[in-house]
């Protein structure tokens, strides 16, 4: 279905564009501490042979070495999660919402289940919640950012409009804070991205770790992702599904919206 088709994509800003020449493998959601922890949920992508990817635009590609066997692009201006490219093959992963149009592709697998966050599952509807910790201790990838915050997560909402597709590299899932009260440990690297809504986003310019936004309104919420260990909190709904990527379902039975 995508053989022969050249499928373009990009992170939120512009600064990183790519084509890559179909046929895309099926998209793979991994579940893993890593992929959660970058993608502020948990990550989708589809992978190509690096002879059949361009680079249009890279400006602002940024990689990190998340481990010995791999490391991650990002887009360092927005925080777009982009790439992962393990280490001595010649093929890179690429995030399956940061596509443009249609993919034309299906998730095939969740991988690294045992590893996902406890407010939701890979397929069905998420747990019931069980631990409810008093504090929360969020940090990117790298450690560079960190900070806490009064517990439990509570309410999670899922949001599949484009920028957070862009941005997450799959959908985002997060939880109204308050801001005041988060007590910053560090964040020497923490970065802001002023989103066209007129929103800001906040994510760490040396792992490209997504850590929490504030709309114009002031609204802050914090993504599910940055938090390590149980969040004490739950999925309760899918706002934006008008704009989801076509390579999903939503299959847990929550209320979804088109909009919000
Ligand atoms: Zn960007
Ligand atoms: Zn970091
Ligand atoms: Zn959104």
Redo the contacts with the bound molecule.
Sequence with gaps: MTEGHVHSG???????RFEADGPLRDVWACHCGQCRRTSGHYWAATSVPLERLRLVADD?LTWFDSSAAARRGF??????SLFWKPAGEERLAIAAGAFDGPTGLGTARHIHTGDAGDYYRPEGPPPDTVAAPSRLDCACLCGACAFELPGAAGAITACHCRQCRKLSGHYSASFDADESRLDWHRRDTLAE?RTPGGGRRGFCSRCGSSLWFRSAAGEFSVEAGAVLGPTGGRLTNHIFVASKGDYYLIDDGLPQSGAW
């Excluded at 990009?10 to 990183?16: E, F, K, Q, R, T």
């Design positions: 990009s992170c939120l800003c512009g600064g990183v602002t887009c360092r201006r927005c925080g777009a991205y």
